[in-house]
């Protein structure tokens, strides 16, 4: 089984939908993070927590919402979806030098 | 603000040595990272330095200077399957992990 696992994998959804993209963890570690990745543009992190009670923005967070239901989940939700939030979302839990991420959910807003 | 700048595009041939730079401006620092991505996948952790000087694993090294803010992925041998987009990564005070635009490696035969 993978240590971090993203559902769903891919996903299309038309403008003003309400769309959660879930991840969950078996590594046992306190801190995850949302990242987002478009062409050229790296990884970008939208949210991060480092345990349950502690929610706290990234660089890019409007128009996105969290929540931390257990150490081993954090999901992420877009509440009025947009065509540019089309991308690659990927979910990471961090250890002390590493991050381990999950395999992405492809996410097309039409 | 935060920022890392690297190469957009690196090509070379199979069996070549390549470097790709990686400079970076941030709020604190704790450590340079690198990360390989396949096309379609996830990034995958190659290396870490916390301390200046150069780390080596297999044909993979990482170097630092952190006087510099500058680090570079040394990459020998180079085989088809190095062909990937490779990424920088500084561990911030925040404990966050900010990434680089990436550089997208092609090894030709």
């Known amino acids: 089984d993978a240590d971090v696992t993203q559902t769903p994998r891919n996903r299309i959804t038309k403008t003003g939908k309400r769309i959660m993209l879930e991840c969950s963890q078996t590594?046992?570690?306190?801190?995850m993070y949302w990242y987002r990745q478009d062409p050229g543009l790296g990884l970008r992190l939208i949210y991060y927590s480092f345990d349950v009670k502690d929610i706290n923005k990234g660089e890019i967070s409007d128009g996105y919402s969290v929540s931390r239901q257990a150490q081993a989940k954090f999901s992420l939700s877009l509440e009025s979806a947009i065509p540019n939030q089309t991308a690659l979302y990927f979910c990471a839990v961090g250890e002390n030098t590493e991050a381990f991420f999950g395999q992405g959910t492809r996410l097309t807003v039409v | 603000g935060q920022s890392l700048e690297q190469p957009s595009e690196v090509t070379a041939v199979e069996g070549a040595i390549v470097q790709i730079n990686c400079t970076y401006q941030?709020?604190?620092?704790?450590?340079l990272s690198w990360y390989q991505q396949h096309d379609g996948g996830a990034p995958t952790f190659l290396s870490y330095?916390?301390?200046?000087g150069l780390e080596e694993t297999g044909r993979f090294s990482s170097f630092l200077s952190r006087s510099d803010s500058y680090g570079y992925l040394l990459l020998q041998e180079l085989q088809m399957k190095d062909s990937a987009s490779y990424f920088c990564?500084?561990?911030?005070?925040?404990?966050?992990?900010?990434f680089g635009p990436g550089t997208r490696l092609s090894v030709l035969p």
């Open positions: 330095n916390a301390l200046d």
């Open positions: 941030t709020s604190g620092f704790y450590g």
């Open positions: 590594k046992g570690h306190d801190r």
């Open positions: 990564a500084v561990k911030d005070y925040g404990q966050n992990f900010v």
